[in-house]
């Protein structure tokens, strides 16, 4: 019986701690820091679960909240009041916006609404059925010459797919749905961002239920590519016939939006223009596969041209990565607004949209 007695306030501590994991990355960031220059203030809340962020022009930022199924737009001349564009969504993950029309991504769908202004109206399913499961249908993005691409999950986490558009960077014809395989082995491609005189950036993170995963990765895309899942690991990262990342962070931290500095920004990182290489930031949202806390995060990655004489274009590049800002929750989407600021959004339950300023 004693012994028991002596066991109880351990067990109670351990079941403290684990419930503390659980509920720590969601509550109200209290220790959040930004590097010594820099402000974080927060701009918006109550939103269900921010997943994506664009803006439709210098006063009006567009939000994906998944957990309401809706379409906001933020009012940044009126503290951000939103207004509802879309509603009745199923899972909306990212959107694309053009001056005819916008795109949503929806889980396992893309529909395309007409556009008038700030009024979408007359859908088209594009493309649906791709299967959800561990993971489902992300960002939508698009190259210069209007080919779009979506970004779509793995259904699990080390698995061979039945469908091919699992784990994989699609390209979509805007026009007529027509679709395929872009990239393959992309385990869970969250976003990515078109970095003119790079190519497409995107992230991609490794598996979650062993203890010696592959790290978090940043991509460049090259068409036709494989990038290792379901067949790399920490021993093999990068498996025969597939391309290795541009930037790596590390493993079981989630490295999900991402977003290219521009020149006009006050926050650190390379001028382009003057050619000393691109700075892209990112959200590190974290982990449930973790004792400790690790990610709740912005990194910012500056890539610079490498001395290599390489033909492989991922191999044409150097990066190094810093944390920016720490203890932020759970940040998820993030973009730079016209001002040159930051702004990004913690998922959950009354989701939060800050913003990064020079001081």
């Avoid at 001349?77 to 909306?92: H, I, V, Y």
């Avoid at 991504?105 to 561990?134: A, D, M, W």
């Amino acid at each position: 019986m004693g012994v028991r007695t002596h066991l109880m306030p351990v067990v109670l501590l351990l079941i403290f701690l684990l419930l503390a994991r659980e509920i720590y990355p969601y509550a109200e960031p209290l220790n959040s820091k930004v590097i010594d220059g820099y402000s974080l203030e927060k701009v918006a809340t109550g939103f269900g679960g921010p997943t994506c962020l664009e803006w439709a022009d210098e006063h009006h930022l567009l939000m994906c909240d998944r957990d309401e199924g809706r379409i906001l737009s933020l009012n940044a001349s009126d503290e951000f009041s939103s207004t509802t564009l879309l509603s009745g969504l199923s899972n909306p993950h990212g959107l694309h916006l053009t001056a005819e029309h916008i795109f949503i991504s929806e889980e396992g769908k893309l529909t395309r609404y007409e556009r008038t202004n700030f009024t979408f109206t007359n859908p088209s399913i594009l493309i649906e059925g791709v299967p959800s499961g561990n993971h489902q249908t992300n960002a939508i993005n698009a190259f210069p010459n209007g080919t779009l691409i979506w970004h779509s999950g793995s259904t699990c986490n080390v698995c061979s797919e039945d469908d091919e558009r699992n784990a994989a960077l699609l390209w979509v014809n805007p026009d007529t749905g027509e679709h395929g395989v872009l990239a393959s082995g992309v385990r869970n491609s969250f976003d990515g961002v078109w970095v003119s005189g790079m190519g497409y950036l995107f992230s991609d993170n490794g598996r979650d239920l062993n203890f010696d995963p592959p790290n978090e990765e940043i991509n460049l895309l090259v068409a036709g590519a494989s990038y290792g899942w379901p067949d790399d690991d920490a021993d093999n990262p990068i498996p025969a016939g597939t391309l290795g990342p541009v930037a790596q962070w590390t493993p079981h931290t989630s490295l999900n939006g991402i977003d290219l500095r521009p020149n006009n920004s006050p926050l650190p990182g390379l001028n382009s223009s003057a050619g000393e290489g691109y700075t892209v930031y990112a959200t590190v949202y974290g982990s449930w596969n973790t004792l400790l806390p690790q990610g709740h995060e912005i990194v910012r990655i500056d890539f610079t041209p490498s001395p290599t004489n390489s033909s492989l274009p991922t191999e044409q590049w150097d990066s190094e990565i810093t944390r920016f800002a720490t203890d932020l929750g759970t940040p998820l989407p993030v973009r730079f607004g016209p001002d040159g600021n930051l702004y990004y959004a913690t998922f959950g339950s009354g989701g939060t949209l800050y913003r990064i300023t020079a001081n």
